[in-house]
Every structure is written in structure tokens, then in C-alpha cells.
């Protein structure tokens, strides 16, 4: 397993201490600014490779990070002071913020006199674009008009409060803002019984069987969290049967993953085959949904030999799994396999989220090494730069780093749960607390759908890999700065010379299709661009035929001069449809014509058959 990955390296040997200086404690060093490529060493991963005292620091803060969800106070009081600080040496900002707050509680009160009296008026507060707790049509009328328009004028004044001030860390700065929005979205009268209209009614209505409903569904909620168990798959909603049901073998499997040849569909297939790589933070059937959205099953039936890698759901037994061992024994271990299955023809990569990271990583470092086997480069909602990965940055700094490398240490990954609440808390106002309106108060079940239940399928993540994820691409950002060593030497990502297919979601707020753009900022070959609407995962899920979809698209060729992402959203205009149409027909154009389909894995050979698709890695809890 290489230690070099991201510029990670073994400790120095040491000589033995004498008895005289074991007794006393390590004096500190202050660590040396790193220059590119240079080796920076790993943060130790057990606790025999850290001193006895630093292991005891880690232990401290294991155990409050298990109590935080692996939150660091630190950070936080370091945002607050941060921003207390500065507004009391702005006493312009001050008398800005009183005149809001004095304007704001006037407007208010002028709406709910009208309203009192009987008089038509606007709202001098709306809800934001994505808010969807306050379209009740009782919102509009009094008294509830009155506790929704008092909530949104305070969110305003919050939101000019935490605005950025000169001197001001802008990190800092949008951290308060986010903590802001946390607790106004917890104490939103949208939340409580006695002042959302809709509760008030339905509980009228159902004369209070919707809160007993409701408590119901809280016990359930809490027993599941507590124990961790995975709920079953609803009814219709099978995985294997239902979802993720594109026939198919597994042709290969390691500890690490499993890898999946689909089932040809025609009689002639593009003689070039296509290697999906998705993201292990979730289950890789998010692009094998039920038949109607399977991007996987549309490959196949528009001709493609398809390969897909399942990656199993780590352990703490697999803690040490490092960012490289996904390289090198996920990613080039089933290039390997679809060299040898499909023999003498070039492969259409292809990584959806985390898993085209990994992808960039080892389609560089097969340039840098002389490997052109890649025909094409196909990115979805994949970052390769993170200077702006929106608001997760807002969860890293040194002191939360350090706080969720030590939880990890002790448990050996990163929990489900801890994950979750990570990406729910970025819209809370929806995923949160919308849905716990629904669910506890109006006795709503929830709907159940293919997405939802991928979603419910949570993975762990590694605790070395995860540690070497966060510090070196999201933190240090080292992929695009010079500094991303694999074995030992740096790579660059305009060494790869094969073409780019790369698709960035309008509203996605976990890589934010500006972050996704800058693929284009950092590579020379062509690159195509496509800009689809809806989000992370619905704006991936774009099948032809479904409803309000739409994409803009454009090609940089080699040579041309850089456009920044707001010039080129100006000049591409929305095209009603999919884009997975565009994208097969840019694959086909990539290709060199039609053969007949391969044989499923090897018959009696290193990759024969093992079972039937979806596999066993896709069932571990």
C-alpha cells in the first residue's frame, strides 16, 4: 500500500531515546512551509504511531467529537469572536443594522395593520427561491401572516449582519451565516403546532389522530437512530428487483470493490466500452435507479458495453484504506479487467461525483506514466479543483479537520449518520425540519421513491482516506496547485490528452457547477461543457422524456483561450431535453464503429463470471 499518496510519507526512523529524555515531553517543532511535491508527513492513523501525550489529545477529542457529530466548538468560537470583533469597531455597520431593524419592525407593522383592516397589500417579505415551508395560502392571512413576516424580517436582518466586513475572515464570516440560519430554521414558526396554520387545521380535521400518528413515527425515528439498523426497502422498491436491476455479471471482485459487466441489449455494440466510476460515499446504483432512469440501462440500449464499479461499504478493519488504494486497486485494478475482457480497444471513463475525482487523479498519473488506453474522460458533477466547493468548505478548517481525523481514529470511518447530517444541515429548511413537520405533526409518511431509498443506503468512509480527502483536496486543495504527488512525483492534469466530457447541475450545492467548471480552467485537451438543471443528483438524473429538463452546452477545443463560467452561461442559451442524448452521441463520435458484444467476463480465466448484477458489495450494511 503506497504512503506517498498525496504527498503522504512515513514518519523519519529515530534513534532511541535515553532514559533522561524519555521522561520528559517532545518539544514542539514548528512545521516548515511546504514547497511543491514536497513529502508532508500523514497524520498518524493508530495510536502506536503518535506519542503517548498526543495520543491522549486525540483520545480528548475523539470523545467530544462524538458528542458534537464531530462539529469542533473550537471553530465555531473562533467564527463568533471573529465576527463580534469586527462589528465593534465598525460603528458605521452598528448604525446600519439599527436602522435596518428599525425600518424592518416598520414594515411589519404596517402590513399587519393593513391586513387588520381589511386592506389589500404586499408582503414586505418573501421567502427564498428554495424555502417552501410558508406556501400555505392561511400564511397570507392574519395572525399567522403576522409570526411568518416578523420570522422572515429577522432572517433579513441576519442576513445583512453576517454580511462580510472589511477586515473580516470571509471563511468566518459565512460560517456565522450559516450558524445563524441553523437556528432560525430550528425556531421557525413553521415548526411548532400553535403557529403553523397547517398543522392547526389538519389536527382540527383529524380531531389530533395525526399527532398520535406523528409520535409514531418519532419512536420509530429514534429507535433507528439509535440502533443503526437499515430499514428494509419498501415494497416495489426491491434493490436487484426493482432498482439497480440492469442484468448484468460480476466479473471481478477484491476486498475493495466488485465490478460489473452489463448484459449486451443489441447485436451490435460500439467496439469501444465504457468504464463507470461512481462515488463511494453512497451505493453506485444512483445511476442503475428503476428502469425508467437508469443511466446505465440507456447506455447499454443505445449500444454500449458497460462496466460498472460497486465498491463495498468499509469497516473499521479497513480504516487504514488510503485515497490511493482507491486509485490503485479500484480505478486501475478495473481498467485492468476491462483491458482484458474487451482486448486491444481504448476505454470511455467515466466518474460521477467523488469517483471522477479519483478518476482525474489516475487519468493524469496514466499520463505522467505513458498509459493511453483512455479513449475519453467523462465527468459528472466532479470537482477536481476546491477553492470554491461551496458551502461544505464551511465544515473545514485545521481545528474540524483535526476533530473528525481523531472521531475517525477512534472508530475507525466516518458514520452514516455523521455524513448525513452534513449534507441534510446545508438545506435544513427542507430536508430537516420540513420533513419533520410532515412526518411528526401532519402524520405524513414519507413517499417512498428509487431516489429516497438510495439515499437511505448510506456508506461509511475510511478514516485514513477520508483524512487524506479532506486535508489534501479540500483543504490544501494540492490537485491543482502543483502539489498532488503519487508515487513520489507530482502529477498535472494537462498532461491527459484525452477528450473531456464534463456536467455541472445548476442548483447543485455540493459541487457547485462554477467548482465543476474549473475542470476547464486546469486542462489543454477538448473539453465539453454541459450545464443541466435541477441538482446534485436530480440534475445527473435526466433521462429523455422527462418533464422541465433542460442543459446548455459547449466545446472548448485544444488551444482555445479560457472563458469564465459567467461569459459562457451568457453565451449558450437552454436546450429543452436531456443531455444524456448529447452525451452518447459525443461517445459515439469518439468511437471507432460497431462489433459484436465480448464475452461476459472470461469464461474459466482471472475474470470469470461470479454472480448475477447488482452483486453482494451493494447489499453490506
Not at 498518524?44 to 462524538?66: G, S
Not at 392561511?138 to 401572516?145: E, G, Q
Not at 441553523?182 to 397547517?198: A, G, H, K, R, V
Request: proline letters at 7%; glycine letters at 6%; aromatic letters at 10%.
Amino acid at each position: 500500500m503506497s504512503d506517498k499518496v498525496i504527498g503522504m510519507a512515513k514518519s523519519p526512523t529515530r534513534k532511541p531515546a535515553t532514559k533522561a529524555k524519555r521522561a520528559r515531553a517532545p518539544k514542539a517543532v514548528s512545521p516548515k512551509p511546504p514547497v511543491a511535491g514536497e513529502m508532508l508527513p500523514s497524520v498518524p492513523t493508530t495510536e502506536t504511531d503518535a506519542h503517548p501525550y498526543q495520543a491522549l489529545d486525540r483520545i480528548a477529542r475523539a470523545i467530544v467529537a462524538r458528542q458534537t457529530g464531530g462539529v469542533s466548538p473550537y471553530s465555531i468560537l473562533q467564527a463568533w469572536s471573529d465576527w463580534a470583533l469586527h462589528l465593534s469597531r465598525a460603528p458605521g455597520r452598528q448604525l446600519e443594522l439599527a436602522e435596518r431593524s428599525l425600518r424592518n419592525a416598520t414594515d411589519v407593522f404596517e402590513y399587519a395593520a393593513r391586513l387588520a383592516a381589511g386592506q389589500e397589500a404586499d408582503p414586505p417579505f418573501k421567502p427564498k427561491s428554495y424555502d417552501h415551508r410558508f406556501t400555505d395560502e392561511a400564511w397570507s392571512k392574519l395572525p399567522f401572516a403576522l409570526t411568518q413576516q416578523s420570522f422572515l424580517a429577522t432572517q433579513d436582518w441576519w442576513d445583512h449582519a453576517t454580511a462580510t466586513m472589511r477586515g473580516l475572515s470571509e471563511p468566518d464570516s459565512k460560517r456565522v451565516a450559516f450558524m445563524v440560519r441553523q437556528y432560525l430554521d430550528l425556531i421557525s414558526p413553521s415548526n411548532f403546532p400553535m403557529t403553523n396554520p397547517e398543522i392547526i387545521r389538519e389536527t382540527v380535521r383529524q380531531r389530533g389522530h395525526n399527532i398520535i400518528e406523528g409520535a409514531q413515527h418519532l419512536i420509530d425515528d429514534m429507535v433507528q437512530t439509535w440502533t443503526q439498523h437499515s430499514r428494509p426497502p419498501p415494497e416495489g422498491f426491491r434493490i436487484g428487483e426493482d432498482i439497480a436491476c440492469t442484468p448484468g455479471k460480476v466479473v471481478y471482485r477484491n476486498d475493495l470493490f466488485e465490478l460489473i459487466q452489463y448484459a449486451p441489449m443489441r447485436d451490435e455494440v460500439q467496439a469501444e466500452p465504457v468504464l463507470i466510476v461512481p462515488a463511494w460515499i453512497m451505493k453506485y446504483y444512483i445511476l442503475d435507479l428503476s428502469p425508467r432512469n437508469s443511466l446505465i440501462r440507456y447506455l447499454v440500449e443505445q449500444g454500449f458495453t458497460v462496466f460498472a464499479i460497486s465498491w463495498c461499504n468499509p469497516t473499521a478493519d479497513q480504516a487504514s484504506l488510503s485515497l490511493d488504494d482507491y486509485r490503485r486497486r479500484g480505478v486501475m485494478e478495473a481498467l485492468d479487467a476491462v483491458s482484458a475482457i474487451v482486448p486491444g480497444q481504448k476505454i470511455h471513463a467515466t466518474g460521477y461525483c467523488l469517483g471522477g475525482t479519483i478518476l482525474s487523479i489516475a487519468a493524469a498519473t496514466m499520463a505522467r506514466d505513458g498509459d493511453d488506453r483512455l479513449a475519453s474522460i467523462s465527468l459528472f458533477a466532479a470537482q477536481v479543483d476546491f477553492s470554491e466547493a461551496g458551502e461544505l468548505l464551511l465544515f473545514l478548517d485545521e481545528s474540524q479537520v483535526a476533530f473528525l481525523e481523531d472521531m475517525m481514529w477512534a472508530q475507525g470511518y466516518l458514520d452514516r449518520p455523521q455524513m448525513t447530517r452534513t449534507f441534510a444541515s446545508i438545506r435544513a429548511e427542507d430536508l430537516i425540519y420540513a420533513r419533520a413537520v410532515r412526518r411528526y405533526f401532519l402524520g405524513a409518511e414519507d413517499l417512498p421513491s428509487d431516489l429516497t431509498v438510495w439515499n437511505n443506503d448510506t456508506t461509511r468512509m475510511p478514516a485514513r482516506m477520508h483524512s487524506e480527502y479532506l486535508r489534501g483536496l479540500f483543504l490544501e486543495n494540492r490537485l491543482t496547485a502543483g502539489r498532488f504527488a503519487v508515487d513520489g512525483r507530482v502529477i498535472a492534469l494537462k498532461d491527459i490528452d484525452a477528450p473531456f466530457f464534463v456536467v455541472g447541475t445548476e442548483t447543485d450545492h455540493i459541487a457547485p457547477w462554477r467548482s465543476v467548471y474549473k475542470t476547464r480552467l486546469f486542462t489543454q485537451s477538448d473539453l465539453t461543457f454541459v450545464l443541466t438543471s435541477s441538482g446534485h443528483n436530480g440534475g445527473i438524473l435526466s433521462e429523455p422524456g422527462h418533464p422541465r429538463r433542460h442543459y446548455r452546452i459547449g466545446t472548448r477545443h485544444e488551444g482555445d483561450t479560457y472563458t469564465d463560467p459567467d461569459t459562457w452561461i451568457d453565451r449558450h442559451e437552454p436546450v429543452d431535453g436531456s443531455w444524456w442524448t448529447e452525451w452518447t452521441a459525443w461517445l459515439i463520435d469518439r468511437s471507432t464503429g460497431l462489433t459484436t458484444p465480448p464475452e461476459t467476463g472470461q469464461s474459466g480465466g482471472r475474470y470469470a463470471p461470479l454472480c448475477d448484477a447488482p452483486g453482494r458489495y451493494v447489499l453490506q450494511h
